[in-house]
């Protein structure tokens, strides 16, 4: 009967950590969308801005920025103006930084940070060091109920010995 809760227990406790294991981690939308814009408001000049490295966790320092919120993460974009460069702006004479995708030259690129939803990856080895630390915490519980099971069984027998006579010399 006894045995018989341990697998109880690690059966539940395998289906918890399978249900808990999806990925279905909920991701931010993109804070550079297209917003529906007013007709009477007077289009502006918004910029154009790609992703360009990968989602990664923010550094401490940074923590509080809005483009750290809500999972204390940020990515990297490449900005540039919506419209072209006319042929009299100061900076079409300057060469262009990088190459896009396509290999044309970009000109006018602004580096900027944006919020990014959650690091699968992170995510997942955060999950599997709480699954790792429950089961160690487990472990010596289970390991203490054992020790401590014996102790009460040992001393119950000698208590039982003690009151039949088993052992006892008589003089």
């Known amino acids: ?46 910029p154009v801005c790609t992703p360009y490295g990968r989602c990664e966790p923010c550094p401490d320092d940074a923590l509080k920025e809005p483009f750290c919120q809500p999972f204390g993460n940020r990515q990297l974009m490449h900005c540039t103006s919506s419209s072209p460069l006319s042929p009299s702006s100061p900076s079409a ?13 970009v000109t006018g ?11 699968p990856a992170r995510e997942r080895a955060d999950f599997w060091e709480f ?14 109920v054992i020790v401590r099971g014996r102790k009460i069984s040992a001393m119950a027998t000698r208590e039982l010995a003690a009151r039949i006579g088993v052992g006892v010399r008589a003089v």
């Open 131 to 144: 699954v790792g630390c429950n089961a160690f915490i487990a472990a010596c519980a289970l390991g203490a």
């Open 93 to 105: 004479d300057t060469p262009p930084t990088e190459l896009d995708k396509s290999g044309n030259p």
């Open 1 to 46: 009967m006894h045995a018989s809760w341990h697998w109880f227990f690690f059966i539940l406790s395998i289906f918890f950590a399978l249900a808990v294991a999806q990925d279905n981690l909920e991701t931010v939308p993109n804070p550079f969308g297209d917003t529906p814009s007013t007709p009477a408001a007077p289009k502006t000049e918004q």
């Open 109 to 119: 690129l602004v580096p900027a940070w944006a919020s990014c939803g959650r690091i």
